[in-house]
């Protein structure tokens, strides 16, 4: 079969070169000359057209005849005018305006002085029309009240006029901007005249939509595509290009976790043994049409300039774009092949234009927002704290610390004082005033003013573009720097974009790309997590960072402070943790610098079939550096593990290192060398009037190279660059007296992706009516299976879309102004970049008791690892009423996932447990929709509204998903089970609490059953609902008013559900000393009789872990996800024109208030769905605060 798919494609090539072939005999055309007035009146008869030109501007000029002879109207008029440097310009319904390229039409004395060209004549008025954006408007029409007289507006949007006597009103007319009129009463010379759009005819503007691999315009798309302009973009004033599309895309859903970054993200490192995408995992997320995979790569595919980049989003200047296309079904993806399962995000950047004079665009932005609020946690108080600590005492929770036991794990300070009460070393008086000062202390004060910060955020962006009649060029530069909430991070952002268009030989286009982005980050902030996280040692509520005499406090987190200070007598280094002193002597920058070039040929072979050559090569390089000097509590606590303790004298580290020694420094090297190539055939024509044709075929080469090379220096000299050598695979003896290996040696990891792919797309449109489209591409990957069968596998598409509203029986429907049905079937890909066909094998440092090397599998082979593959079907609907008024869309989709990564067991007698296969499979549905309305339009008013709302919704359908022992000791996020979502919550069902604090739970058959008795059908539980929102989407309202624009946009989602945060943990040991500070603590069973007026359970008892995992996990937590946020809020001015230096083509001043938080939840617990984590998370979710935004644009 392999065979016969690779001769298709050969015959395809062969096709395009053949059929299409013109013969040189058939090429040659008559060189009879004629005007250029002549030939256009000839077009304008074949082609049933109409040219608008002031008669001066095509005087004298001449073509052949043979331009009359081209395959279409275009072909025409290029033909025609560009020879004689001139433009058409399409105005509307078989209308078209001629312009020169130069810089004026008309004549200098008269421009600089129409006054004095006699007013005898009548009255003469120069001036230049812009947009909204103080751009020119070249081809806008004006044309006087009492006469037939017309000019039209040159590249520059100059023009000039003559008026007779007594006219009064000057008319101005540009497609897609309201008309306008200016009152005469005289000659006027440097006349503004600012155009302001029309929502309406706006929307009938035809929208080209670019696959990556090619453009097509969305009438004669079959594919569910979304196209998102630099206007639509540039209403949203944020540093991350992904930001801004939050809301925009129906079934694209944006997740910002993070509201002071755009870029400073809490994991500024991409893993070369991670996904393609590891960096800002916990600061952003985005999924189109929802889940399409297991355990396999779920990022969207991202394609730059039509190369796939394999860096951050981050890394895109927003500014720089000019359009963002979201292809979400198989037809528009699966050109893609095997990286289109997730949806692909096709990014444009910005371009100049043919014959435009150079434009300059300057704009400042920036933000600031304050502080999170810690009261959103619900933590304990002091006094609530306390109660709970001397509870765990009473009731032996908690083992009593010992200064003579080694190695006592640390205690807060008010258990040690309760212990020490018990054991009398101190007097009631004393305990009691000491339980008086901590209840009065509320630590969150000192950790907001001291370790937090309002976040800020200033952007600066500048562009020039513009173009000659053989080159365009467009150059940005944006420099960003923020400011987040932690005190201690920081980051900076450079990019450069360099994009040029050159005319070879008159006939072939290059096209260049050139991009750079500059990252520099500061990661020494200290954690929340690593203060409030319960597995570790807590900071208290009462515990201090600073005291009542400006002294700052340190605690113990390794140890007990008792038995700490028995040891510092014999050498031992200061073993105390204090945040602001770690920010003080924390140095953990982080350097990313990114480059991209493409270079496109595009080379016509015969008329509408062309050949395009492209490379693309990405480079990036990440450099960490990590010292920690000899004050921080990592050096101080990494070298006291190493120091045994000493029988008699003053003890010796076993690394050599000692105070004064050097600090420890951890280095960081990555880098990615990237490379495409691609050869492409393109066939683009129109057969007579009925029959268009568009295709393409080509083949590509895909490489990806990653490299991570990691190492510490131990004793290390920051002002000398020296080191103490040590050895790796020695083992060293600890404080506990045995001996372990010291971690950070030299690593190096290498991984190289390579892919080979044969592709071809084709549609054929009839009528301007009927589309019918196909595609197919075959993949090759090194990743998987050894034989090649297992590698390649072909991957295809089919589409139709009838245009109804061209239909006959349609015409005098006038309120239809748009209706087309579209239907897509294909398949597409995924990969997974973490599994292999060999085994993958890791060395690790030396064993503790041998001193010998180790090594472990990370991965063992299968040689049968194959492409996933995702089934997608599409019927869509587009519309438009009353004269585009009302437009919209709706498709409908359903999804197969076959042969889907999962890991299963397996014997350990392969020296796994586990193994990664291709066997899982996974059902989805969905409905996107969008709706856009224009409510009012006139000269000073347009209110505009659009309505965004998706549904989508898996089924697990592998029957091997079943619940086993581990999940029904925690259902509610374990494995996945058959016949449920991918992220569904399966929850108890609580039965309150027995008379000893312990939860009960009802079993299969309404009975209680308590902490001892475990459960074994999926009968005892209850489906809550999935985490994931099936229903969301967002509404924009706009409403213009003369130059001021109000803007809100609100964000939406229903059907989910989530977890209530509440107790995390008990200590489940006697020598356990975790302290779980989360309010509900302080509800908790403490004594007989509370179980009638709580369901928190009680901290003692045999069973109590599994009871306090029952009641987390029970239906009494359970709460509604659905929320209304009102995410952004803006005020926007457009300065006219004519306020201004003559200089300054446009300005507009904006002001922004975003994240304002929930307008509606259906929880009543005060809870932000979107910011759920508890305090035993790695990132504590806290809703971002109202960040304040104003933004500065100019264009000259």
Known sequence: MKKRFTRLLSCIYMLLFTVFAVSPAQAQQSEKTMTVEAALNAISKKYNTKFAYEHDVVQGKTTTAASLKAKNLE???????????????????????????????????????????????????????????????????????????????????????????????????????????????????????????????????????????????????????ELITAEQLGKVQVPNLLYRLESMVPGVKVTINAGDNSFVYGNTRASINGGTRTRGASDYNFMVRGASTLQAESMPLVVVDGAITENDISSINPNDVETVTFLKDAAAASIWGTRAANGVMVITTKSGKIGQAPAISFSITGSVSNHPDLGYLRMMNS????????????????????????????????????????????????????????????????????????????????????????????????????????????????????????KLFKVATLTTNLKGAFLNYKNNGVSLNSLFNPSSATFMPYNQLIDDNGNRVSYSKRYYSGWVNTLYPSGFL??????????????????DNNYSANFNLNVPIVKGLSANAFYNTERSFTTARNFYNENTYYYRDYINGFTPIPTTGRATNSLGLASGGGGIYNTANASTNNYTVRGQLNYDTTLGTDHQINAIAGSEIRQTQQGEGTSTLYGYNMGTGISRPVNFFTPYTTIAGYTSGIGGAANQQDKTRRYLSYYSNAAYTYKSRYTVSASVRYDDYNNFGVDRSFRATPLYSFGGKWDASRESFFKNVNWISNLSLKATYGVNGNISTTVYPFTYVALGSADGATGLPTASIISPANPELRWEK???????????????????????????????????????????????????????????????????????????????????????????????????????????????????????????????????????????????VNLNSLDALTYAGRRTAPHFGSYTQSVRFKEFTLMAVATYQFGSVFLKP?????????????????????????????????????????????????????????????????????????????????????AN?????????????????????????????????????VSYNFSLNVNF
Do not use: C
């Open 383 to 502: 006094a609530q704290t306390i109660a709970y600590e001397q509870e765990l005492v009473a009731k032996n929770v908690i083992t009593a610390p010992s200064a003579g036991t080694p190695f006592s794990t640390p205690v807060a300070d008010v258990t040690d004082l309760t212990f020490k009460l018990r054991a009398g070393t101190i007097s009631q008086t004393a305990y009691n005033s000491l339980i008086a000062q901590y209840s009065a202390r509320d630590s969150r004060a000192q950790i907001e003013d001291n370790l937090l910060r309002p976040a800020t955020s200033q952007t600066y962006n500048f562009s020039v573009s513009g173009g000659s009649n053989a080159s365009t060029y467009f150059y940005g530069a944006s420099y960003s720097k923020e400011d987040p909430y932690a005190v201690g991070n920081s980051g900076s952002r450079l990019t450069v974009t360099l994009n040029n268009t050159f």
């Open 574 to 591: 200061n073993w105390g943790y204090n945040a602001l002193d770690e920010i003080d002597n924390a140095s953990n920058i982080q350097k």
């Open 1062 to 1146: 509440t107790v995390a943990a008990y200590p489940s040991a006697r020598t356990g000393t975790t302290y779980d500070l989360s309010g509900d603590v302080a509800k908790r069973w403490q004594k007989a009789g509370d179980e009638a007026i709580t369901n928190v359970p009680g901290v003692a008892g045999t069973y109590a872990t599994i009871s306090l995992t029952r009641y987390q996990q029970s239906d009494i937590n359970v709460l509604k996800g659905d929320y209304i946020r009102l995410r952004e809020l803006s005020l926007s001015y457009r300065i006219p024109v004519q306020h201004i230096s003559k200089s300054i083509k446009g």
């Open 75 to 225: 072909e025409a008029l290029k033909q025609v005018l560009y020879p004689n440097n001139l433009l058409f310009l399409y105005v509307s319904d078989g209308n078209y305006t001629i312009v020169t390229r130069d810089q004026t039409l008309f004549s200098p004395n008269r421009a600089n002085n129409p006054i004095a060209a006699t007013n005898q004549d009548g009255i003469y008025i120069t001036g230049r029309v812009v947009d909204e954006n103080g751009k020119p408007l070249p081809g806008t029409s004006v044309k006087g009240n009492s006469s037939n007289s017309v000019a039209i507006t040159d590249a520059n949007g100059r023009f000039n006029l003559r008026l007779e006597n007594g006219a009064t009103l000057l008319g101005f007319s540009f497609i897609g901007y309201q008309n306008y009129s200016y009152p005469v009463t005289g000659s006027i010379s440097n006349l503004v005249i600012n155009m302001k759009p029309s929502a309406a005819n706006q929307l009938e503007e035809v929208a080209v939509i670019s696959t990556g691999l090619q453009k097509i315009s969305k009438e004669r798309s079959t594919g569910a595509a």
């Open 870 to 1012: 995702t089934y997608v079907s599409n019927l869509g609907l587009d519309f438009g009423f009353l004269k585009n008024r009302i437009t919209g869309s709706v498709d409908v989709y359903r999804k197969h996932g076959k042969d889907l990564f999962y890991s299963f067991p397996i014997s350990g007698t392969y020296g796994v447990t586990a193994l990664t296969r291709n066997t899982s499979e996974l059902n989805g549905k969905g409905v996107d929709l969008s709706l856009g309305g224009v409510f009012h339009t006139s000269d000073a008013w347009d209110v505009n509204g659009r309505l965004t709302y998706a549904y989508n919704n898996n089924t697990v359908i592998d029957t091997r998903f079943v619940p086993t022992s581990s999940f029904y000791a925690s259902p509610a996020y374990s494995s996945l089970i058959a016949g449920y979502p991918t992220d569904k919550i399966l929850v108890y069902r609580n039965a309150g609490l027995d008379a000893t604090g312990m939860t009960l739970i009802y079993d299969q058959n309404g009975n209680k059953i308590a902490p001892n």
């Open 1149 to 1185: 001043f904006a002001f922004a208030a975003r994240n304002l938080g929930l307008l509606w939840t259906a929880n009543k617990e005060g809870i932000d769905p979107d910011f759920t984590s508890g305090l035993n998370t790695t990132t504590l979710g806290l809703p971002a605060t």
